[in-house]
C-alpha cells in the first residue's frame, strides 16, 4: 500500500506541473501574438518557416509560437492546452524531449514539402504531434489507463486525422510530419523498465519470525537456495533488468 500511495503521490505531482507547463506555455504564445499582432504580423514573416531557404531553416524552433491571425491562435489554443497536458502529465522532462522531436521533425517536413515560396507558422504541427504521441505512447509504455486515453482521444477527436490529408488551406505537411514526430517520440521515449518486477518482489516476499522481510533472491544457500542463480539476479535486479 506505501509504493502505491507513493506511486499516485508522484503521478498527482507530475500531472500538477503538466498543468502549471501547459498554462505557461499557453500564455507565452498568447503574449508573443499580441507583440505580433502590434508590428503588423511581421514576426510570423521574419520567424515563421519559409520552404527550403537554408537561412531560414532555424526558424523551425520559432514557427510554433507564432500565429497569423486571432481566429489562427484561438483553433489551436483548446487543442494544444488539452493534446499537451495528456502528453506531459506522465513526466514533464519525457515531455519536453517529445516536444522537441515533434517540433523538429514538423518544422522539417514543412521546410522541405511546402509550397515554393511559402511561409509557415503556427503550433498546429505540435498539436498533431502530440495527438499522435497520446495515441500510441499507451502501447508503447504498457499502461492500460494510457491505452483507454488513447482509445478515447481517437475517438473523440476522429476529425483530426483530415488535418492529415494533403489540402491549400492549412499546412498539412506540418500536420503529417508532427504527427509522425509523436509516433516517434511515443517510441524513443517509451518507459524500458519491466512493469513486472514491484509485482514479482511483492510476491517472492517473506517474513521470518521476528525479521525483516526477505526476498527469495536474498535466502543464504543454507536455506535451500542456489548461491549463483540469487547473485545473478540480484545483479539483474540493480541493473533494473
Wanted: proline residues 5%.
Amino acid at each position: 500500500m506505501g509504493t502505491e500511495s507513493q506511486t499516485a503521490e508522484i503521478m498527482i505531482a507530475e500531472a500538477r506541473k503538466a498543468l502549471w507547463v501547459m498554462v505557461g506555455f499557453l500564455a507565452f504564445i498568447w503574449l508573443v501574438q499580441i507583440a505580433n499582432w502590434a508590428a503588423g504580423y511581421a514576426l510570423s514573416q521574419s520567424f515563421g518557416i519559409a520552404a527550403r531557404d537554408p537561412a531560414r531553416l532555424p526558424d523551425i524552433v520559432t514557427a510554433p509560437f507564432l500565429h497569423w491571425n486571432w481566429a489562427h491562435i484561438e483553433g489551436n489554443s483548446g487543442p494544444l492546452f488539452v493534446f499537451g497536458f495528456l502528453a506531459a502529465y506522465r513526466g514533464v522532462v519525457k515531455f519536453l524531449g517529445v516536444t522537441g522531436l515533434i517540433a523538429v521533425a514538423s518544422g522539417l517536413g514543412v521546410w522541405f514539402f511546402a509550397s515554393p515560396l511559402s511561409v509557415t507558422a503556427g503550433a498546429s504541427g505540435v498539436v498533431f504531434g502530440y495527438f499522435g504521441y497520446i495515441l500510441v505512447r499507451g502501447v508503447f509504455d504498457r499502461h492500460t489507463i494510457d491505452i483507454v486515453v488513447g482509445l478515447v482521444m481517437a475517438l473523440c477527436f476522429a476529425y483530426q486525422f483530415t488535418g492529415l490529408l494533403p489540402s491549400d488551406e492549412f499546412s498539412w505537411q506540418g500536420h503529417l510530419f508532427g504527427f509522425v514526430g509523436g509516433i516517434l517520440g511515443g517510441w524513443l521515449f517509451r518507459d524500458r523498465r519491466p512493469r513486472a518486477v514491484a509485482a514479482t518482489r511483492s510476491a517472492t516476499a517473506t517474513r521470518p519470525l521476528g525479521g525483516s522481510p526477505v526476498t527469495s533472491l536474498e535466502r543464504p544457500a543454507a536455506a535451500g537456495g542456489d548461491p549463483s542463480r540469487a547473485a545473478l539476479m540480484k545483479e539483474l535486479d540493480d541493473l533494473g533488468l
